[in-house]
């Protein structure tokens, strides 16, 4: 029977730490101007990069833990403050990380899907810390629809941005993102909590 409270429990957070609001701000951003095929194909790039990526550390995450002697508390604090500074950064400055960011003319258009929008933005340090976790607290099946479901719904959304975008504007954006920021907060700490409880064998 489809668990849908574990479900959820995996989806939410993901969904949220990935953020596809903030990466559709700076993908409009490169993308006004372009063609409908250079859309799609920064859509494509960026939706594949990051799906594979969750993906490759979801199943061999774990595996490259052990290999480097770090426990799942190590992880669960380590990957907590991680989500913990993503999120502060999501509040105070309603976007990803300005280190993530490059120049629009800086590169071709094309290698803009892998890097920044695959990863970091969707992909990044956060949300591959978090896809480890899921997949030692969860069912691997769950995590893994919820992996896939995210990224259709970060690739519909990519594909409606500019419709998105009209509506809601980049500062309705970027209050989403904010919004957004004080929730990942909310997992970064459990996670921490978790870890720290995990490790002194509390609970």
């Given at each position: 029977?489809?668990?849908?409270f574990n479900f959820l429990h995996i989806f939410v957070p993901l969904f949220v730490v990935v953020d596809p609001f903030a990466a559709m701000i700076l993908?409009?951003?490169?993308?006004?101007?372009?063609?409908?095929?250079?859309?799609?194909?920064?859509?494509?790039d960026a939706t594949l990069t990051s799906f594979l990526i969750l993906v490759f550390f979801a199943i061999f995450g774990y595996y490259i833990l052990l290999y480097f002697g770090i426990s799942i508390p190590a992880l669960e604090v380590a990957g907590g403050i991680l989500i913990l500074l993503t999120s502060v950064e999501m509040v105070t400055e309603g976007d990803k990380p300005q280190g993530s960011r490059r120049k629009q003319n800086s590169e071709p258009l094309g290698d803009i899907g892998i890097v920044p929008l695959g990863t970091p933005l969707l992909a990044g340090p956060g949300a591959i810390s978090l896809v480890i976790i899921l997949m030692h607290d969860?069912?691997?099946?769950?995590?893994?629809?919820?992996?896939?479901?995210?990224?259709?719904?970060?690739?519909?959304?990519?594909?409606?941005?500019?419709?998105?975008?009209?509506?809601?504007?980049?500062?309705?954006?970027?209050?989403?993102?904010?919004?957004f920021g004080v929730l990942v907060a909310g997992f970064a700490i459990q996670y921490i909590f978790t870890g720290i409880a995990l490790f002194f064998h509390i609970g």
């Amino acid at each position: 029977m489809f668990d849908l409270f574990n479900f959820l429990h995996i989806f939410v957070p993901l969904f949220v730490v990935v953020d596809p609001f903030a990466a559709m701000i700076l993908f409009i951003s490169y993308a006004k101007g372009r063609s409908k095929i250079e859309r799609l194909k920064v859509v494509s790039d960026a939706t594949l990069t990051s799906f594979l990526i969750l993906v490759f550390f979801a199943i061999f995450g774990y595996y490259i833990l052990l290999y480097f002697g770090i426990s799942i508390p190590a992880l669960e604090v380590a990957g907590g403050i991680l989500i913990l500074l993503t999120s502060v950064e999501m509040v105070t400055e309603g976007d990803k990380p300005q280190g993530s960011r490059r120049k629009q003319n800086s590169e071709p258009l094309g290698d803009i899907g892998i890097v920044p929008l695959g990863t970091p933005l969707l992909a990044g340090p956060g949300a591959i810390s978090l896809v480890i976790i899921l997949m030692h607290d969860y069912s691997w099946p769950l995590v893994m629809l919820s992996i896939i479901l995210v990224t259709i719904i970060t690739y519909l959304l990519f594909m409606g941005a500019f419709y998105i975008y009209n509506l809601i504007k980049e500062k309705g954006a970027r209050a989403l993102t904010r919004v957004f920021g004080v929730l990942v907060a909310g997992f970064a700490i459990q996670y921490i909590f978790t870890g720290i409880a995990l490790f002194f064998h509390i609970g």
